[in-house]
């Protein structure tokens, strides 16, 4: 290498600036080079892996639907007022088709408590999605109640009229 002496009797190199770059390029190839190895690994090796996961969510089992029969109430108005009435189909949502041999038996009362429990609203009580939602709700957990320890997933409605 070639050295130079300057003033007080020091050498320097002339040449580190060249090797620096060297080393400094070495180290930018080799670092993306073990990138693009983690990459490949990943894309050929774990990318199937959400694959397998998706076909176990293909896997499950689609829910059972029950139908409730229709039921006619009258709601609860002020004196003097026409009456309303609401017509309602119901169905019941449950995991699996075990489930609605043993809810079968429990019809009869969950017919009983939707009754009483919507012969109890007011037309107020079904004013927009909002006042919908309530109602499928306390629906929802009323029947739970009725047919412990089957799990009723949703109660869904077909077709609700207020008259």
Not at 24 to 52: K, P
Request: aromatic content about 8%.
């Amino acid at each position: 290498m070639a050295e130079n002496e300057t003033e007080g009797g020091e050498t320097t190199e002339v040449g580190a600036q060249p090797k620096s770059k060297f080393k400094l390029i070495v180290m930018i190839v080799c670092l993306l080079a073990l990138l693009g190895g983690g990459a490949a690994t990943w894309f050929f090796f774990f990318r199937h892996r959400g694959d397998d996961a998706h076909a176990e969510v293909a896997k499950t089992k689609p829910p059972v639907f029950v139908d409730v029969p229709d039921m006619l109430v009258n709601l609860t108005g002020n004196p003097g007022e026409r009456v309303q009435y609401l017509k309602v189909k119901i169905v019941l949502e449950l995991k699996d088709e075990r489930q609605v041999e043993e809810i079968k038996p429990t019809m009869p009362r969950v017919t009983d408590i939707f009754q009483t429990y919507m012969r109890e609203l007011r037309p107020s009580d079904l004013n927009g999605s909002a006042g919908l939602f309530r109602l499928k709700e306390e629906l929802t957990r009323r029947v739970n109640n009725a047919v412990a320890p089957v799990k009723v997933s949703a109660v869904l409605f077909k077709e609700i009229v207020v008259q």
